[in-house]
């Protein structure tokens, strides 16, 4: 089937010295998560552990759905060490599914939702995944037969696994935990990759980050801790599954960790999510910017009963100030700040911080351990307070992405330290705030659009042969994709919607699609010929 890969050679390294002191610290605790599911189930068998809804799982039977799970992976061939794209709405099958691979160690690569046969193809090629899981249909898109087009392009891709009604050549993901359960004899050592999650990216296509079983939960508990979680605890999962915060920042597995309860909800809308709210007694969620408004606008309907809902975390995104003030008294709940990334630093609010820190801040690390330095162009420390780029190194943070070693001389400093693109201003107490990017990358409301990829794209388009794309500032995502493109010689520049419809037809997210176009007749310069960005940005503010 498969072929066996050598998962040692693969393992994400940390200098010994640094390792040794993240395990005497505790934070590395040498449990894998298909262990830690076994103890919880042992602990507190009986209670509710995932609520997706009708579907009602125990932590016994979260742990036995996925040894059943794991069993028929197993019998397809799945072995320690592969690699499975999954791309699966947020669904109690995600969960188990996520702990049947990562018990068998087969790490799961998370795919976004709105992923489509561009993206899927080069995260399964990238991977050399053994398989695809996906839904059958979901938010109007048939994903099977981008599926079939996925394993015609990788040959690695054996099994398409369908969670719904498979298409001809394919699995459906019940009739794969229909059988005997696995009986385990190769289990994974908790240094070795968990998961691979996602970078936004800044250059080409996404790349990927192996986070250990060690790191991650080290992510998941410490943040469960400073949001004050234990086994009262509810965490409503908005915002999608395979996204870090949804998942670790504590996220599901913050929830899971303490013995709380996890509910799926199938849209982030709050006329889904606020009733889900009231009916389940969620204390905690988390949302992005964009959808701060809507909830607020809703909640203000007197509709729902809001009472149980103590944590209300917002990030991926800068949240505006004035944003922030109007969350607590509309929504009823402490605002948390996050501002996170799939790289590892997490950095919240802490609950009991004074309202200035709660409201124009996006948090501080949350470990001891975690490292941070903000620095000037030539890597040198700015004065306190002053704005800089944020470096970080620490207990959960990778040292380097998945198989990208040339990628990885630029993305960190010759000591480790990873180069996050963000320009942060460092408080006295620890707290930052995010002022800015020096990364290539547009922050569309929490989803992340590398510029090269959607320009590689771009000029793909036979009408152009020049593209550049810049953010902007947008009243309701925080930043808008615009696509400058010079247009053939005597050629008219093709429209939004023409370019809508290419990247549509080239299996490009839609997410990504620019929103707005601009025709432009040759591109301001910078001093060594690089296209000018800033130029461009000045340029729609009528600069
Ligand atoms: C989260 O993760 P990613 O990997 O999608 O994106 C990380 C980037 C950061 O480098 C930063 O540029 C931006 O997203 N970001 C924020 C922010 N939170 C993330 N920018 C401004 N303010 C914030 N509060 O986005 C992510 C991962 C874990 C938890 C939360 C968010």
């Known amino acids: 089937m498969s072929d066996h890969v050598d998962v040692v050679a693969e393992r ?7 390792a040794a002191r993240y395990r005497s610290r505790g934070h590395w605790r040498g449990e894998t998560f298909g262990r830690q599911l076994r103890r919880w189930a042992a602990e507190w068998g009986s209670r509710e552990a995932v609520v997706d809804g009708p ?12 040894d059943r799970m794991a069993g028929g992976l197993s019998r397809l061939g799945l072995r320690r060490g592969d690699r499975v794209v999954v791309q699966l709405p947020n669904t109690a099958d995600f969960l188990v599914l996520w702990f049947a691979l990562t018990r068998m160690g087969v790490v799961p690569v998370h795919a976004q939702p709105g992923h489509r046969a561009s993206e899927i193809t080069h995260l399964a090629r990238t991977s050399e995944a053994v398989a695809y899981v996906l839904p059958d249909r979901h938010a109007r898109f048939d994903h099977r037969p981008l599926a079939d087009a996925v394993r015609a392009e990788v040959p690695t891709v054996a099994h398409l696994v369908v969670a719904g009604e498979p298409s001809a050549g394919q699995l459906a993901l019940a009739d794969v935990a229909a059988g005997p359960p696995l009986a385990l004899d190769d289990e994974p050592d908790a240094g070795d990759t968990a998961v691979l999650l996602l970078s936004g990216g800044t250059t080409g296509a996404p790349k990927l980050i192996p986070r250990t079983h060690d790191d991650y939960t080290y992510n998941a508990t410490a943040a469960a801790e400073i949001c004050g979680m234990g086994p009262d605890s509810v965490y409503l999962a908005v915002l999608p599954i395979a996204f870090n915060f949804t998942m670790s920042c504590p ?4 929830a899971l960790a303490v013995g709380g309860r996890v ?14 709210v009231e009916r389940e007694k969620v204390t905690i969620t988390a949302l992005n910017p964009p959808l701060a408004p809507y909830w607020m606008d809703e909640a203000a309907t007197g509709a729902h009963d809001l009472s149980s809902l103590q944590v209300v975390q917002i990030g991926s995104a800068r949240l505006a100030d004035d944003v922030a003030r109007r969350v607590e008294p509309a929504l ?7 501002f996170g990334m799939a790289e590892g630093l997490l950095c919240l609010t802490r609950l009991d911080d004074p309202d200035e820190l709660r409201h124009t801040t996006q948090g501080r690390p949350i470990s001891p351990d975690d490292e941070v330095r903000v620095v000037d162009g030539e890597d040198r420390p700015v004065p306190p307070g002053e704005p800089g780029e ?7 943070t990778l040292r380097g992405y998945y198989r990208a070693a040339e990628h990885n001389t630029r993305a960190f400093t010759a000591d480790g330290w990873y180069r996050t693109g963000d320009l942060v201003r460092e408080l006295p107490t620890g707290h930052l705030v995010v002022v800015g990017r020096a990364k290539d990358q547009i922050n569309r409301g929490g989803e992340k659009i590398a510029a090269t990829e959607v320009e590689g794209h771009l000029l793909a388009h036979p009408a152009v042969t020049g593209a550049a794309l810049v953010g902007a500032p947008d009243p309701e995502w925080g930043e808008r994709s615009v696509a400058f ?5 005597g050629g008219a520049a093709p429209t939004r919607r023409d370019l809508a419809a290419f990247l549509r037809e080239r299996g490009v997210a ?13 591109f301001p310069l910078t001093a060594v010929g690089k296209v000018d960005k800033n130029a461009l940005r000045a340029r729609l503010a009528g600069a």
């Open 12 to 18: 994400p390294v940390w200098p010994a010295a640094d």
């Open 55 to 66: 579907t009602r799982l125990t932590y016994a039977q979260l742990d036995a759905a996925a």
């Open 251 to 254: 996220g599901v597995l913050g």
């Open 263 to 276: 509910v799926v909800a199938p849209s982030p809308d709050p006329g889904t999510a606020l009733p889900l």
């Open 332 to 338: 009823g709940a402490r605002l948390q700040q996050v």
């Open 390 to 396: 944020l470096l970080t190194r620490g207990p959960y």
């Open 485 to 489: 493109v010079v247009a053939r010689p």
């Open 510 to 522: 839609a997410y990504k699609h620019p929103d707005q176009v601009e025709a432009i007749e040759e």
